[in-house]
């Protein structure tokens, strides 16, 4: 099927939401990583998302160019080419733009898209994520509703972050993040709610104890409760109709229990990228060695 629609990729969340699950957003960095994410999506007989980072962007683009927005387009032009071929959904997302990178990697995302909706043409991503986390919130949040006002137009879905996933990824550390940055407040998701609801679509990382990389079960002191109360907090004072769509970055070896759970509280979206290179890279070593 050709690349989800604005309208189809909205049902694809609220489905999710109601129906307590989320869907795998994968990380790719070439064709063959996309070829087999939309695979393993097909084989389950489940919808997908899958996004690149800026990191992967520029790897996709190839060391000799460098554009981390080129390769994120490649990477996207040649999903539109292949979903064609499977009979489920895929969305296309960026992952992580952090504020440094909105000139070079966000604002020539969401302009392809724009050039291409005035030729007749669909979006070229589906979604985007700014990450302004490491910005005080008033200013994330201001930065936030400026680019969601600017997606909107384009029936782009903006994905948002306050507090701060802890960990390494994409040469982003935040291994020593204090304690108290790692959980967001309810304050904070009743003010994402009444600064973007009215504004646009958009999905929410809060944090609640998540960290990026592989780490063994157990060692991450996850807070889902977190997510249940800031949710409470948000129906309580806005209505049903603004409780988020919750996104969990950094699940490599959470426990089922606890990713089960985030999803009673509504994260609809699943990002999988640390686990997913092991599960490419590793056969491929295997085989070299073995041949
Ligand atoms: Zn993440």
Same mark, same amino acid.
């Given at each position: 099927m050709p690349v989800a629609n604005y309208e189809q990729y909205c049902e694809m969340l609220e489905k999710a939401r109601e129906g307590r699950y989320a869907y795998p957003a994968i990380n790719v960095t070439s064709t063959s990583t996309v070829n087999a994410a939309i695979k393993a999506f097909a084989d389950a007989k489940s919808d997908g998302i899958i996004q690149v980072s800026t990191g992967g962007g520029k790897f996709a683009s190839g060391q000799g160019v460098g554009d981390m927005a080129l390769g994120a387009i490649s990477l996207a032009q040649h999903v539109h080419l292949v979903a064609e071929k499977y009979d489920i959904l895929v969305a296309l997302h960026t992952d992580h733009c952090h504020p440094q990178y909105i000139e070079s990697f966000l604002l020539p995302l969401i302009e392809e898209t724009e050039k291409r909706r005035a030729k007749g043409l669909p979006n070229l991503f589906n979604s985007h994520m700014f990450d %302004? #986390?490491?910005?005080?919130l008033d200013k994330n949040m201001a930065l936030s509703k400026d680019l969601l006002e600017r997606c909107a137009k384009s029936q782009i879905i903006l994905e948002v972050e306050t507090g701060v996933v802890g960990g390494e990824e994409d040469g982003v550390n935040?291994?020593?993040?204090?304690?108290?940055?790692?959980y967001t407040t309810s304050e904070e998701m009743v003010q994402v709610a009444e600064t973007l609801g009215p504004v646009g679509t958009f999905m929410y990382a809060a944090t609640f104890g998540n960290v990026h990389g592989v780490y063994k079960p157990g060692n991450v002191k996850l807070r889902p409760e977190i997510l249940k109360n800031g949710q409470e907090a948000v129906t309580s004072k806005l209505?049903?109709?603004?409780k988020h769509y919750l996104v969990f970055h950094g %699940? #490599?070896?959470?426990?089922l229990s606890e990713i089960h759970e985030t999803l009673d509280y509504g994260v609809i979206k699943m990002n999988i990228d640390t686990d997913t290179q092991y599960a490419y890279t590793r056969p491929v070593v295997d085989h070299m060695m073995k041949n």
């Open positions: %302004g #986390s490491e910005l005080p935040n291994e020593d993040t204090p304690a108290d940055k790692l209505g049903e109709k603004n %699940g #490599s070896g959470s426990e």
